[in-house]
């Protein structure tokens, strides 16, 4: 079975310091990973994903993600926060082949001036 | 392309009442899906098709019923609502199997509903 923790339900940062959102997963098979980005009454936006490629994946808008087999992980990384990123973001899986997507509860990221 | 396109965008409902959530995509995906959005849960898989006149079950699929009869358009049947279904509902399309890396699940906007 598949699923998907994201660590923190909620980050603060200041504008220029790196973000780090942290995503576990759990898959019987290969997975297919998902970051996508959701802004306030908005519908959902791919960030990026990793399909068995290569385990850096770089993403839009400066977000990249890293994926971790040994430690079953998927962060997702900025070096430098910009006031626009504020927004909830959203770690998914998806077993290699198959269909269904498990979503993350979430995390929202905070922004801060 | 219009996209993935949802309607109503807003919808209030009576306990008891039916109704059904429009879905339409014009990419020619093969693959359709239902979400629902709850706060604090994510976005959590109602019904999804993966081709016309193919539909299957998701993770809450309870009180919804779907049916996939042309390529384009997936509608989402709310027999009998319940407050419990109040949530943001979200459809999606894509081409084919998430796994390629050339394919990437579409959004709708999104149609947020209310049952009192």
Redo the contacts between chains.
């Keep these: 079975a598949q699923s998907v923790t994201q660590l923190d ?1 909620h980050v603060s940062v200041s504008e220029g310091t790196p973000v780090l959102l942290r995503c576990n997963y759990s898959s019987s098979y290969s997975p ?1 990973l ?1 970051w996508y980005v959701q802004h306030p009454n ?3 936006q ?1 960030l990026l ?1 990793y ?3 290569a385990t850096l994946v770089k993403g839009i808008n400066g977000f990249e993600a890293e994926f971790k087999k040994s430690e079953t992980s998927f962060h997702l990384t900025k070096p430098s926060a910009h006031m626009s990123d504020a927004a909830e973001y ?1 770690c998914v899986v ?13 995390t929202r990221l905070f922004v801060k001036a | 392309n219009a996209g993935v396109t949802q309607t109503p965008k807003f919808q209030v409902l009576k306990t008891g009442q039916s109704m059904t959530l429009q879905c339409a995509q014009d990419m020619n995906h093969e693959y359709m899906s239902w979400y629902r959005q709850d706060p604090g849960m994510g976005l959590r898989l109602i019904h999804y098709s993966v081709g016309a006149g193919i539909t299957d079950q998701g993770e809450v699929p309870n009180g919804y019923n779907v049916s996939r009869s042309t390529t384009e358009d997936f509608p989402l049947r709310l027999l009998s609502a319940a407050p419990s279904q109040t949530s943001v509902y979200f459809c999606a399309s894509n081409r084919k199997g998430l796994a390629s890396s050339t394919d990437t699940q579409y959004f709708g906007p999104g149609t947020r509903l209310t049952v009192l």
């Design positions: 339900s297919s998902f908005k519908g959902l791919l994903k399909t068995s490629a959203f998806s077993e290699t082949g198959g269909f269904k997507t498990i979503f993350g509860a979430g």
